[in-house]
């Protein structure tokens, strides 16, 4: 059974920073595709950013030098470092995952499997 657990959510201020994890468990890690997306009140969920299981990564114009996507193969846990926040970075955060090597696209539909998501929450 496929299950996958974020963690690392909370309250910050503008400007601060926080890191979410993920760990996945009952599926083959390493060849999957994972991926973080983000939905807040009223918003339909986007991506973030998503890692091919080699590592590769790609990240939405929002999240571009600001967020970094990591992935540890052998501890089964993917990472979001998250800096510079502002209010608009304010929803719940979800860890994906889809059963193939490489990520092509940011469209939810694709990922397989998804965890319960943690709420990540800026204040200005």
């Known amino acids: 059974q496929v299950q996958l657990a974020e963690s690392g959510g909370g309250s910050v201020e503008t400007g601060g920073s926080l890191t979410l994890s993920c760990v996945g468990s009952?599926?083959?890690?390493?060849?999957?595709?994972m991926g973080w997306f983000r939905q807040a009140p009223g918003k339909e969920r986007e991506g973030v950013a998503r890692i091919s299981s080699g590592g590769a990564t790609a990240y939405a114009e929002s999240a571009k030098g600001r967020f970094i996507i990591s992935r540890d193969n052998r501890k089964k846990t993917m990472r979001l470092q998250m800096s510079r926040l502002t209010p608009e970075d304010s929803a719940v955060y979800y860890c994906?995952?889809?059963?193939?090597?490489?990520?092509?696209?940011?469209?939810?539909?694709?990922?397989?499997?998804w965890g319960q998501g943690t709420q990540v929450t800026v204040s200005s």
């Open positions: 994906a995952a889809v059963s193939r090597y490489y990520c092509y696209s940011f469209a939810s539909h694709e990922f397989n499997y």
């Open positions: 009952g599926y083959p890690f390493s060849e999957y595709c």
